[in-house]
């Protein structure tokens, strides 16, 4: 479960701001437009055609969800200018995707993103799709922009492994982030090939996994469809919403409170250690789009 942190008052915020403590890149952490750098905005959105039979991703809802999704977090009236909010012709754009073979990043999501990065001017050979091989990949060697995508799941080291955690690869040695349940998983932003690049999270919540038990334990059971993405520009804002998804679904499957195995505190880290964003619910605006049955907050 993740801790609140004390309420920061106004005064809090103005001492921290002098002592160049206030959040890193906060106008990058908050969608277009916004002023307060002591809030984050979520977007949920969903939808109960993204399933089809057998779980099947519907490319063409995920296409409207996502395009619904964007244009929320712009302000945006369209599609097309919401997109352009995160990228531009010029960039150099990796999608960090996610193969865990039994909950990865569905093809049909990285379609339609690779297919909104085209259509706002980014030509095909700036853009590639990888996880593991990211680092050795040139678009990524030389990438201005990241869009940060994949899954959301209960993790055997780190409680969940959501958007924080999808940058590991980019770490040379990652068991040195393993010590204390991944407590410093926010330092992989602070990464040459990852730092201030990431223009955009989606946590994919199509049928997220919610309890597992060892490194690479997954049962089907422990997921279901709840036909969702969370996006926003904050990733600690973004997987604390994920995160508390997450714990309704297991109360409510457990008939009883039953917080992650391993706490999950390395998001609460993220933001006090590491300033990459809002991990205080209270400070978190989730907007919530399209299906409303069965979605726990």
């Known amino acids: 479960m993740v801790v ?3 309420a920061m008052t106004r005064r809090d915020f103005l001492r921290r701001s002098a002592a160049g403590l206030t959040l890193a890149g906060a106008a990058a952490a908050l969608p277009a437009g916004a002023e307060d750098a002591t809030r984050s905005t979520v977007v949920l959105v969903r939808d109960q055609a993204a399933l089809g039979e057998g779980g099947k991703v519907n490319g063409e809802a995920v296409g409207r969800m996502l395009d619904l999704g964007v244009r929320e977090l712009t302000g945006k009236p369209d599609a097309d200018s919401a997109w352009a909010e995160f990228v531009k012709p010029e960039d150099v754009v990796g999608v960090k995707s996610n193969t865990w073979p039994w909950l990865c990043t569905p093809p049909e999501v990285e379609s339609v993103v690779v297919s909104r990065l085209k259509a706002a001017g980014v030509a095909a050979d700036r853009i590639a799709v990888e996880d593991r091989g990211a680092p050795k990949n040139p678009v990524f060697q030389n990438s201005t922009a990241l869009i940060n995508v994949r899954p959301m799941r209960s993790h055997h080291w780190a409680g969940v492994g959501s958007c924080i955690k999808n940058y590991m690869p980019f770490h040379h040695d990652c068991q040195s982030l393993h010590p204390n349940f991944c407590e410093n998983l926010g330092e ?27 490194p690479h334990d997954f049962k089907d059971k422990y997921t279901w469809e709840y036909g969702g993405f969370l996006l926003g520009t904050d990733p600690v804002a973004v997987d604390t919403t994920g995160l508390a998804i997450i714990e309704a679904k297991r109360a409510e499957y457990f008939e009883q409170a039953a917080p992650l195995p391993i706490t999950p505190h390395h998001i609460r880290f993220a933001s006090e250690k590491f300033n990459l964003g809002i991990a205080d619910p209270a400070r978190i605006d989730v907007k919530k789009l399209g299906w409303e049955e069965g979605r726990l907050i």
Do not use: A, C, D, Y
């Open 4 to 6: 609140k942190p004390k």
């Open 188 to 214: 992989l932003w602070s990464l040459p090939m990852v730092k201030g690049k990431t223009r955009l999270n989606i946590l994919v919540m199509l049928t997220p996994l919610f309890h597992s038990k060892g």
